[in-house]
Every structure is written in structure tokens, then in C-alpha cells.
Nanobody, 118 residues
Framework: QGQLVESGGGSVQAGGSLRLSCAHS????????FGWFRQAPGKEREGVGGLNANGETHFPDSVKGRFSISEDNTKNILYLQMNKLTPEDTAMYYCAARRCYTAEYQYWGQGTQVTVSS
């Protein structure tokens, strides 16, 4: 079983940007699909972006146009670039992986906290 380790979280003012990283081992980009999720206190976990094996990304309307996902295949790192952050983006952010033929994400990182102040 592989490992997913997020980093890059922190505190930023509204309108600012952060780039989260997810260093992974044991998950080939060609076999596994990846996703970014977040969970704020008292709220359900929600997906904020995904990367398919063919390189396609997808985002919910809440972050579309502000968030982007990229990958570095040479370093096995997945990135979540977050721009124009608002206090509503404050949450714990998680990286997750799943075999692309399944719908459920089976593997999760420990999370990294993002706090956006107004």
C-alpha cells in the first residue's frame, strides 16, 4: 500500500493564493486517479478537484476558475493551486487516490490545514 503526504497549507488573507502538494508513493498516475477534498468544522467533506488517468481535471462550481490541479510525474507529486481564496475556503485539505476503475477513494493522506482570513 502506498502513501500520500500533503503539505503547503497555512494561513493567508482573502484574495491570496496557496499551492498544496501531495507527495505520493505506490500510486502510478496511469493506474490511479487522484482527488483533492476538504472538510471544514461542522461540515461534510467535499471534493474540490480531481485528476483522471488521462490527465483530465474536473472541479465543482464552488472552486472552478480559482483552483487547478497539476502533476509532476518525475517527482510523484500532485499539486492543488488555489487562487482568489475566500474565508469559505478555510478547511482541512486532503489528497486521495483510487484505482481508476472504482468510484470510491480508498487511500487518503493526513491532511493539511488552510485558513483564510478576511
Amino acid at each position: 500500500q502506498g502513501q500520500l503526504v500533503e503539505s503547503g497549507g497555512g494561513s493567508v488573507q482573502a484574495g491570496g493564493s496557496l499551492r498544496l502538494s501531495c507527495a505520493h508513493s505506490g500510486y502510478r498516475f496511469s493506474t490511479y486517479c487522484f482527488g483533492w477534498f476538504r472538510q471544514a468544522p461542522g461540515k461534510e467533506r467535499e471534493g474540490v478537484g480531481g485528476l483522471n488517468a488521462n490527465g483530465e481535471t474536473h472541479f465543482p462550481d464552488s472552486v472552478k476558475g480559482r483552483f487547478s490541479i497539476s502533476e509532476d510525474n518525475t517527482k510523484n507529486i500532485l499539486y492543488l493551486q488555489m487562487n482568489k481564496l475566500t474565508p469559505e475556503d478555510t478547511a482541512m485539505y486532503y489528497c486521495a487516490a483510487r484505482r481508476c476503475y472504482t468510484a470510491e477513494y480508498q487511500y487518503w493522506g493526513q491532511g493539511t490545514q488552510v485558513t483564510v482570513s478576511s
